[in-house]
Each structure stands twice: as C-alpha cells, then as structure tokens.
C-alpha cells in the first residue's frame, strides 16, 4: 500500500492563493487531487502522469496548476484565484497501475491520503 500525506490547507481570503503538497511513497504513478465539500461528494480536480501530462476539472482550469517532483516523489496544487466554492477537503490520491494515464474517478484510484483541509473565506 502506498502511503500518501497531504499538507497546506489553510483558510485564506476570496482572490488569494495556496499551494498544497503531497508525499508518496513507492514509486512514481499517475496521481491525482480530489477535493469533497461538506454535504457533496467527493469530486476530481486535477490528474498529472509521470511524464507530467494533466487534466484539469473545468471548475478549476485556469486557476490551479498540478505538478510533480518524481525524484522526491511529491505532488504539488498551486491555487490561485481561490473562491468560496473551493472551499474543500483535498486528498490526492495514487493509480497503482497506470503511469501515464489520466485518471479522473475515484475508482482509478487505489491509495489516498487522509485530506487537508482548504477553506475559503469571503
């Protein structure tokens, strides 16, 4: 089992920015974040594979950048223009078996970390 560990959420103000982090063990995957608001499901927000090719949720496009050290194994969310609706648990989250696909279900994805939470005040 891979284990994932999520840092940097915080509250921060409408129109700021945030960059959250994620160490993984194991070996480099395509990983992802997901973010669950409180009283939704959880939803995708971002995938990157190994070789750094992503996909973004149209929600987010344009505001937040995904990214990816594989020598260290770390998957960063650079947030930016932060609204409200963002306002979130993150997890990221690790496909064991694919390296270069873009996953965008839970279901693709085996191991998650326990969440940091992001929350956006106005």
């Known amino acids: 089992q891979v284990q994932l560990q999520e840092s940097g959420g915080e509250t921060v103000q409408v129109g700021g920015s945030l960059r959250l982090s994620c160490a993984a063990s194991?070996?480099?995957?395509?990983m992802a974040w997901f973010q669950e608001a409180p009283g939704k499901q959880r939803e995708w927000v971002a995938t990157i594979t190994v070789a750094g090719i992503t996909a973004y949720a149209s929600s987010v496009e344009g505001r937040f950048t995904v990214s990816r050290d594989n020598a260290k194994n770390t998957l960063d969310l650079e947030m930016s223009n932060l609204r409200a609706t963002d306002t979130a648990k993150y997890y990221c989250a690790y496909d064991r078996q694919r390296r270069w696909f873009l996953g965008r279900t839970e279901a693709e994805f085996a191991d998650w970390g326990q969440g940091t939470q992001v929350t956006v005040s106005s």
């Open positions: 194991g070996s480099p995957s395509s």
